[in-house]
DNA sequence: AGCACA
């Protein structure tokens, strides 16, 4: 045991221009600090809120005088050095200057940087930032862009002050989900500073806007290309139509695959690309066809019936934003059937050879999968679909696999819907207890219920970030 | 109440 440094804090500090401060407030701000050594010089640097309990500080001064005079002047005085009533012990710091921690994005401006995280550009509209931000002061200007970051936007107010009271209110949060696109998941804001104190806007497009300046020149086809949300009068968002559409799947007792929605959906045309995903605990699917038309005739004959009996997976759709999907050609959440692909599947001999011997395209129904072989309603009824199906695998048996995902997914799937001879596939048994085996697809089933009340009803843009009361979009 | 890597 050493007694050698008993001494070293009191006596042998040399004078810096670095002030160590402790016993701090731990919500000790850099304004506190200078309020209190400001007296004594210039103040070049701070740096609070240091140490595991956040209560030590360093104040540099421009002048090693400057900080001598302070230390000593505390060193005699009969009051000592205080910040909100607590004392604040002062003595040199060990080192000589304050290593600059704060990363530039701390040093508060007039602009943010707002990295918008789980988006693509082009997934929130410039317009939808504008609101969000509007709600702290004047948004001046907005340049929106992409980065290795992800998708990031430079907010300009007309101060650092408004600034500041965006970032504390929004940084970390989320943009509410009715104000993006339907795919888009959990959406965190992270907000820092920008060095830019004035945007240089040359557009106003879809990728920046000036508010100062409504006589900018308007690129045109920036923004006509977009597939920005079209506001009506009311507020409420317009939807375009699209050849791509997104299902809600309500009451989703059973899971639904990708097979099956392509069963189902392809009862109207060609379906192009399916995905699957969670939104909200909700699943929803993008089912794209070639056109228009077709997601039309589709929405229309669906919206609001269910997959299966009883209320169970009920559809709701909309029309997607989206006009092409960029999804893995095959995954158990994705298809791309325009990709003549041979996807690998567990119970597959890798050493099969092609599972389609004729053309890929011919079978509707038809999915990589294997699951559905035939729209025959009867073949579907009589056998389990996984069996080799005699005419569609020639040569090649398969052993059933080890776990069937849904197992009755094919005999309950809608293409069988329109024969009651699928109310035997139970005796085939492979049924779930409680997979359902029929399906409500028929013109005057179940009926549609009423949409669930708009989300623009909501108050706040950011939910619980108690911006200014106003909201002009919301009224 | 005691020296800053995030």
């Not at 069988?416 to 005057?444: D, K, Y």
Request: with cysteine; aromatic share 8%.
């Amino acid at each position: 045991m050493s007694t050698s440094t008993q001494h070293q804090f009191r006596y042998t500090q040399t004078p810096s221009k670095v002030l160590h401060l402790r016993n701090l407030p731990w919500e000790c701000t850099d304004d506190e600090l200078v309020e209190l050594c400001r007296p004594f010089g210039k103040i070049v640097n701070t740096k609070c809120n240091v140490g595991a309990n956040r209560n030590q500080a360093f104040v540099e001064f421009a002048d090693l005088n400057q900080a001598i005079s302070m230390v000593s002047y505390y060193a005699s005085s009969s009051e000592p050095a205080q910040v909100r009533g607590k004392t604040v012990y002062i003595q040199y710091s060990n080192r000589h200057e304050i290593v600059n921690n704060k990363s530039p994005g701390d040093v508060p401006g007039n602009v943010l940087l707002v990295t918008i995280e789980g988006v693509e550009a082009g997934d929130v509209s410039i317009d939808v930032i504008h609101l969000v931000f509007s709600a702290f002061g004047f948004v001046h200007k907005i340049a929106t862009f992409e980065k290795t970051a992800g998708f990031q936007a430079l907010i300009q107010y007309t101060d650092a002050d408004t600034a500041a009271a965006a970032r504390n209110a929004l940084d970390g949060r989320s943009i509410p989900r009715y104000l993006l696109p339907e795919h888009v998941g959990a959406c965190h804001l992270r907000i820092s500073y920008s060095a830019h104190r004035d945007l240089n806007i040359k557009f106003q497009s879809n990728r920046s806007r000036d508010y100062t300046n409504p006589m900018l020149p308007v690129n045109h086809t920036a923004i006509d290309g977009a597939l920005q949300p079209v506001v009506g009068p009311d507020g409420k968002k317009i939807e375009p139509e699209s050849n791509v559409l997104l299902a809600s799947i309500e009451n989703m007792q059973y899971a639904v695959t990708v097979d099956v929605l392509h069963t189902v959906f392809s009862a109207f045309g060609t379906v192009q690309k399916i995905a699957i995903f969670e939104k909200n605990g909700q699943t929803q699917a993008l089912i794209q066809y070639p056109d228009v038309t077709t997601a039309a005739t589709a929405k229309e004959a669906l919206e609001g019936h269910c997959i299966y009996d009883g209320g169970y997976c009920k559809l709701h759709l909309t029309y997607s934003r989206h006009t092409d999907l960029n999804v893995k050609a095959f995954s158990d959440k994705s298809r791309d059937y325009t990709v003549p692909q041979v996807p690998a599947v567990p119970w597959q001999n890798p050493q099969a050879g092609p599972m389609y011997p004729g053309p890929a395209p011919a079978l509707q129904g038809q999915v990589p999968g294997g699951q559905m072989l035939s729209w025959d309603p009867a073949q579907q009824a009589a056998t389990p679909s996984y069996v080799s199906a005699p005419g569609t695998y020639p040569s090649h048996t398969y052993a059933a696999p080890p776990t069937p995902a849904y197992p009755t997914a094919a005999a309950s799937s809608p293409i069988a819907q329109s024969n009651p001879l699928v109310h035997n596939a139970s005796s085939m048994g492979i049924t779930q207890p409680g997979i359902p085996l029929n399906v409500n697809l028929q013109p005057g089933g179940a009926s549609p219920s009423v949409p669930a009340s708009s989300p623009l009803m909501q108050a706040s843009p950011i939910a619980g970030a108690s911006p200014p009361a106003h909201q002009p979009y919301f009224s």
